[in-house]
């Protein structure tokens, strides 16, 4: 069974400019969930949809992030501008129930 | 807010010994509790998990304990492996919410 894949790996960018990472979860999860994991940190839940609708998103930095899930399967999280403190990585997790299934992250660069 | 907290942030073990990683949380009307294993540059893995209507559960080589009166939670690994080296996290989720809270992780590290 093919895991959580997400894409790109790495990312530098420069402080303002944007930045979209894409999410693809495991087959048949209604549930997928971004998270970011600052160095040093456990990972902090930014957004959880079930299907295409947004469950919480009460840690989503709403002024500059923003994140969809169109047709209920693959999704997009976007930074606009970025900041240095948005280094870090960014994880997205799918679940079918209660256990969730990550993917290997993208790590952001923020210059 | 949920708030979770382990002990200490580095346990250094030899191989083959036991290991105890410990976490506190704060929410008692918490469901579900889990491990994860994150190995470096990865996401995290899922361990094991309880429900708060248990007080343990075991797997392979891992047991968790839960301590709901003082709001503890624990994983033991028997027979540590140098393939046990990550950091561990417990996490928290609600019931029917699924919402999970993370701690800050402990890194374990096994000494051949």
């Known amino acids: 069974e093919a895991g959580v894949a997400q894409s790109p790996r790495y990312k530098i960018i420069e402080k303002r400019q944007s930045v979209a990472f894409w999410c693809n979860p495991i087959s048949g999860h209604a549930t997928l969930y971004w998270y970011q994991q600052i160095l040093g940190q456990g990972p902090k839940l930014l957004i959880q949809?079930?299907?295409?609708?947004?469950?919480?998103d009460s840690q989503l930095p709403k002024d500059r992030f923003s994140a969809e899930r169109l047709k209920g399967v693959d999704s997009t999280l976007k930074i606009q501008p970025a900041k240095l403190e948005d280094s870090a990585v960014y994880l997205c997790a799918s679940s079918p129930g209660h256990t969730q299934y990550f993917g290997p992250g993208t790590r952001l660069t923020v210059l | 807010g949920e708030s979770v907290g382990l002990h200490l942030p580095t346990l250094s073990v030899q191989e083959g010994d036991n290991s105890i990683i410990n976490c506190a949380y704060s929410?008692?009307?918490?469901?579900?509790f889990i491990w994860y294993k994150q190995e470096s540059g990865k996401g995290p893995q899922f361990i094991i998990d309880i429900r708060s209507n248990m007080d343990k559960r075991q797997g392979q080589r891992v047991t968790v304990l839960l301590n709901k009166t003082v709001k503890h939670l624990s994983l033991q690994i028997a027979a540590t492996q140098p393939g046990d080296s990550a950091v561990y996290f417990c996490a928290v989720q609600n019931a029917g919410y699924q919402k999970v809270t993370f701690g800050t992780g402990t890194k374990l590290q096994v000494i051949p």
């Open positions: 929410n008692s009307a918490s469901d579900y």
């Open positions: 949809f079930q299907n295409n609708g947004v469950v919480d």
